[in-house]
């Protein structure tokens, strides 16, 4: 496992440093949610980082644009 990251097009990507602290806080989410597989959409702050969705079948939207279906 590790941290990635995607960005739309009109988005821009900029290198950070992940905080190796949250690796535990991010498996017990993970555990939590119950999903197999699945992406956390984050927010990184400065008083920590704050979860703004977790998506259980990320890249959805790009297979559907490939396949033409919902």
């Known amino acids: ?11 821009k990507a900029i290198e950070a ?6 690796q535990g806080w991010l498996q017990n989410l993970i555990v939590k949610s119950g999903l197999k ?4 959409d984050l927010f990184l702050r400065a008083s920590g980082p704050v979860v703004l969705e977790i998506n259980a079948s990320p890249g959805i939207e ?7 279906l919902n």
């Open 62 to 68: 790009q297979l559907e644009q490939v396949t033409g």
């Open 1 to 11: 496992s590790g941290v990635t990251a995607n960005f739309r097009a009109t988005g």
């Open 17 to 22: 440093e992940f905080p190796s602290d949250y």
């Open 37 to 40: 597989y699945g992406a956390i």
